[in-house]
């Protein structure tokens, strides 16, 4: 089917704020080539923690709100419209900084060998 309407949805509790991921689709589809292709919503003052990619990496594409984007030791404010990556790994997270929910699209692809 090349129209997806479902969407599998979940709360992640994280002890930096709950937040939203809701699977754009199914994973499974790419045969092995995605980790994650989701919309992932954070409330005011939740975040995604700073973490490690390793076998694969990350890019973020910023749908709407504001917030602070961690690269490595690195702080950068990101507004709608904004793109971020992680490579293969390096580490990273976001935090929403804004008093609206931050919005956006998360795609971890694996590394190709």
Known sequence: MPIFTEKKKETRVKPTGNFTVEHIIDEKLFGGANKLFAQITLPPGA?????????????????KGKGTYTDE?????VEAGNVTFCQDGGTHGLKNTGSDELVFIAL??????
């Open 108 to 113: 971890i692809a694996n590394t190709m060998k």
């Open 47 to 63: 975040q995604v923690p700073i973490h490690t990619h390793q076998g694969n990496n990350e890019t973020y594409y910023v749908v």
């Open 73 to 77: 030791d690195k702080e950068y404010p």
